[in-house]
């Protein structure tokens, strides 16, 4: 049997008398659906009395029909949007289900009402809505109160007043569907205090990222493929974590501005580190991920060595000598995962770095163990 279409659902809907509010689809009364009707019952008494209908009369029931709205769960929706929403049945069927206490489905769910979340916003647990493409105001609201993880990847823009209202939850933010973020939108984010995460930015503006480095938590930044000057220095300030895994380059300048970031940072991107970033990376304070480089020369090894943090450098498939010699002096954690290939001048040097040495190679790992006794 083919599916009913959303329109055949809203008739359904609309027709029983006993639905409770909230819990279908009801058009209320109002001036516009006073005009439909006015107009149909003209045209059927010019039918009756055999007289022609004007096409200006179907057209003003057309107009008046495409401004009635209709209630979706405590939202006033216009009966054209209404008609788009996908798989409109199947929302239907979560929201009960919700209403119900059942949230298995909700991460199918493509719309939700302010009534949906408010229920959802008692929820103890983490919410994914990653399926849902738009957020009203006043859901936002709703879902503002919500205290743990919140996960909301299908939304591909977020208005300034329902990013206020995210600003108040309580848990981790999850909005790695943003393409775009306006001033305004990243002011009121930075009043967030728990992880936010925004992986689908490509670019950052100098304003927002000013914005942005008032934020107190972990900021994910996946997706930033370049980055000022400016905004470096900006977020350089930031008091929380820093992934910045899209930059697969960035000047001397940028390294020097996150020199003064104390948390961790994460540049996983980078293949490559000229000895200059090298060394201005080495006066950042706390854990440092460089986890795609691929090679490292002496210098960089030598200021990479100071360090004051783990150090994860787990691209590297060889050392040399020299670069061993300078990372064992090194104070902490130091992730060489990918090592296997160091002579045993290496090894000898490597053994002596106080602190765990993380090796998977076990001929690399007995190598440098030898050493150690």
């Known amino acids: 049997m083919p599916e009913k279409s959303?329109?055949?659902?809203?008739?359904?809907?609309?027709?029983?008398?006993?639905?409770?509010?909230?819990?279908?689809?009801?058009?209320?009364?109002?001036?516009?659906?006073?005009?439909?009707?006015?107009?149909?019952?003209?045209i059927k008494q010019a039918v009756d009395h055999n007289q022609p209908v004007e096409l200006s009369q179907l057209q003003k029931i057309q107009e008046a029909i495409k401004k009635i709205t209709v209630n979706v769960g405590g939202e006033d929706i216009p009966i054209e949007e209404l008609k788009n929403i996908p798989d409109l049945k199947k929302n239907m069927e979560i929201w009960e289900e919700i209403r119900q206490g059942n949230l298995e489905n909700i991460r199918k769910m493509t719309h939700i009402t302010p009534e949906i979340a408010e229920h959802l916003s008692h929820h103890q647990g983490a919410l994914n809505l990653s399926s849902l493409i738009f957020l009203s105001d006043q859901t936002a609201e709703h879902l503002s109160h919500h205290q743990s993880t919140l996960s909301l990847n299908g939304l591909a823009s977020l208005s300034d007043k329902a990013a206020e209202h995210l600003s108040y939850h309580q848990g981790e933010l999850i909005l790695n569907g943003l393409t775009s973020l306006s001033d305004q939108a990243a002011e009121y984010l930075s009043r967030h205090q728990k992880v936010l995460s925004l992986k689908s930015l490509t670019s950052l503006s100098d304003k927002v990222a000013e914005h942005l480095s008032y934020h107190q938590g972990a900021l994910h930044f996946n997706g930033l493929t370049s980055l000022s000057d400016k905004a470096a220095e900006h977020l350089s300030h930031h008091q929380g974590g820093l992934i910045l895994s899209g930059l697969t380059s960035f000047s001397d300048q940028v390294a020097k501005h996150f020199s003064h970031h104390k948390d961790w940072l994460w540049l996983d991107g980078l293949a490559s580190l000229s000895d200059q970033a090298a060394e201005h990376l080495s006066h950042h304070q706390g854990e440092l991920y460089l986890r795609n480089l691929i090679s490292l020369s002496d210098q960089a090894a030598k200021h990479l060595s100071r360090h004051q943090g783990d150090l994860h450098l787990s691209g590297l498939t060889s050392l040399s000598d020299q670069a061993a010699e300078h990372l064992s002096n090194h104070k902490g954690y130091l992730a060489l995962r990918r090592l296997e290939n160091i002579s045993d001048k290496a090894a000898k040097h490597l053994a002596r770095h106080e602190g765990e040495v993380y090796i998977v190679d076990e001929v690399v790992k007995k190598k440098i163990e030898r050493y150690k006794k």
């Open 6 to 42: 959303n329109e055949n659902i809203i008739q359904e809907a609309t027709k029983r008398p006993e639905t409770e509010s909230g819990a279908g689809l009801e058009i209320s009364p109002s001036p516009e659906l006073t005009s439909v009707a006015n107009s149909l019952n003209d």
